[in-house]
């Protein structure tokens, strides 16, 4: 091989290493999030970057703890709500029947829906 074509294959290797760290990096920092409803109205969007916990009304207690929502606490008497796992950005559902809450992983959100808060709905 010339050295030309040395440098060629360097430098295209090197544009694939780049390109390989960039999509890791952006996969990291994914913009999934959670929706809440009660009652079947939007009660709130969340993302699932940041950790925090989540006081739906007076009836139940949501968690974000390391890109996973779980209902942590609910005032129904069953509790299966509590016991139904953890959902993240794969999606998934946690509903407590009796409180008419559903809370919706959704996979991937614009960056303009998702939010550190909560965008209620009147």
């Avoid at 609910?74 to 993240?88: E, F, N, T, V, W």
């Amino acid at each position: 091989m010339k050295k030309k074509e040395l440098i060629f294959i360097a430098v295209i290797l090197l544009l694939a290493v780049l390109l390989w760290g960039g999509m890791q990096i952006t996969k990291n920092r994914s913009s999934a999030t959670i929706r809440i409803t009660v009652d079947g109205k939007e009660y709130g969007i969340y993302s699932l970057n940041k950790d925090q916990t989540i006081h739906i009304g007076d009836t139940n207690v949501c968690e974000i703890k390391n890109g996973l929502a779980t209902m942590t606490d609910a005032s129904c008497p069953d509790h299966l709500c509590m016991y139904q796992g953890s959902i993240g950005e794969k999606g998934g559902l946690i509903v407590c029947l009796p409180n008419k809450v559903v809370i919706e992983g959704v996979k991937a959100v614009s960056s303009d829906q998702a939010s550190d808060g909560v965008d209620t709905v009147s």
